[in-house]
């Protein structure tokens, strides 16, 4: 079993920063992927990005792509988001997820195993 906890969240005015964490319960092993997903209200859940947790690489929806960046601190089984030049449209609920499956759409949310709670992310125009 692995719990993911976000924090960070916040309000913010457009065209500022803010960076979420996903802290996750336990050692790493089997966890392929880590992502981030975003849920507006009244809108369906979408894809935001996601890393390798070994390699870091990373994988970006074209929404955020440029303006946000995803990175991993293995030792620290912790995820983060540096989002920057936010946009009234990019505030949502931010989940993060993991997942074992190293193959697969990364935009599919049910080929996650384990997700967060969310935090909630503001931007005021």
């Known amino acids: 079993q692995v719990q993911l906890v976000e924090s960070g969240g916040g309000v913010v005015q457009a065209g500022g920063s803010l960076r979420l964490s996903c802290a996750a319960s336990t050692r790493s092993f089997n966890i392929y992927f880590m992502a981030w997903f975003r849920q507006a209200p009244e809108k369906e859940r979408e894809f935001v990005g996601a890393i390798t947790l070994s390699g870091g690489y990373t994988y970006y929806a074209d929404s955020v792509k440029g303006r946000f960046t995803i990175s991993r601190d293995s030792g620290k089984n912790t995820m983060y988001l540096q989002m920057n030049s936010l946009k009234p449209e990019d505030t949502a609920n931010y989940y993060c997820?993991?997942?074992?499956?190293?193959?697969?759409?990364?935009?599919?949310?049910?080929?996650?195993?384990?997700w967060g709670q969310g935090t909630q992310v503001t931007v005021s125009s």
């Open positions: 997820a993991v997942r074992h499956l190293s193959t697969g759409r990364l935009q599919e949310g049910n080929t996650y195993n384990y």
